[in-house]
């Protein structure tokens, strides 16, 4: 069975200070991890994925993650907050199998502070 | 180019009563799904759907029904609503696979009362 846990369900940061949403995952064969932006009243949106090729993995508005098998985890991260980053994250994960299963976290809110 | 598209955006329902929740996707994707959102929940899969005429239950499927005629549309069901019902439901599509990330819809807000 696959899991996913994230760590925090609220995160408050000022702005310009860096984003951290934490991300760990349980899977017993290899996984393909994602992060899913949520701007409110909107349904979500890929921010990156991994899929097994580079395990620092580049997505938009300047947010990465990185896959660090020995921890379990894919954390996501950023440099520099802007207020525009406020919304709410989800990491979810799946595994190549009969058909598509993702499993999603229960979300974190990002709140920037100015 | 619309992507996924639901409707309608909002609705409100009387305990007992039914409604269906239309999801169009004009992406040629062969994956649908329906999900809930609940606060502190995260998302879960309702029904699912790997190609035109197939479903599949996921891991909330009591209470609703599912059908996939034509491949760009996905119908959710609510039969006899409830109020445990109440929920945000979003559809998502995707090409194939596992390794294929999910194109989600705007989603629909629904009240029972």
């Known amino acids: 069975a696959q899991s996913v846990t994230q760590l925090g369900s609220h995160v408050s940061v000022s702005e310009g200070a860096l984003v951290l949403l934490r991300c760990n995952y349980s899977?017993?064969?290899?996984?393909?991890l994602f992060w899913y932006v949520q701007y409110p009243n909107q349904g979500l949106q890929l921010l990156l994925k991994?899929?097994?090729?580079?395990?620092l993995v580049k997505g938009i508005n300047g947010f990465e993650a990185e896959f660090k098998k020995s921890e379990t985890s894919f954390h996501l991260t950023k440099p520099s907050a802007h207020m525009s980053d406020a919304a709410e994250y989800f990491c979810a994960v799946s595994y190549s199998g009969g058909y598509q299963k993702v499993t999603f976290g229960i979300g974190t809110k990002l709140q920037v502070i100015p | 180019n619309a992507g996924v598209t639901q409707t309608p955006k909002f609705r409100v329902l009387k305990t007992g009563q039914s409604m269906t929740l239309l999801c169009a996707q004009d992406?040629?994707?062969?994956?649908m799904y329906w999900y809930r959102q609940d606060p502190g929940m995260g998302l879960r899969l309702i029904h699912y759907?790997?190609?035109?005429?197939?479903?599949a239950k996921g891991e909330v499927p009591d209470g609703y029904n599912v059908s996939r005629l034509k491949k760009q549309n996905f119908l959710l069901g609510l039969e006899s609503a409830a109020p445990s019902q109440t929920s945000v439901y979003f559809c998502?599509?995707?090409?194939?696979?596992?390794?294929?990330?999910?194109?989600f819809g705007n989603g629909t807000r629904l009240t029972v009362t």
């Open positions: 998502a599509s995707s090409p194939s696979g596992a390794i294929s990330p999910l194109h």
């Open positions: 759907s790997v190609g035109e005429g197939t479903t």
């Open positions: 899977s017993s064969v290899p996984p393909y």
């Open positions: 991994y899929t097994s090729a580079a395990t």
């Open positions: 992406m040629n994707h062969e994956y």
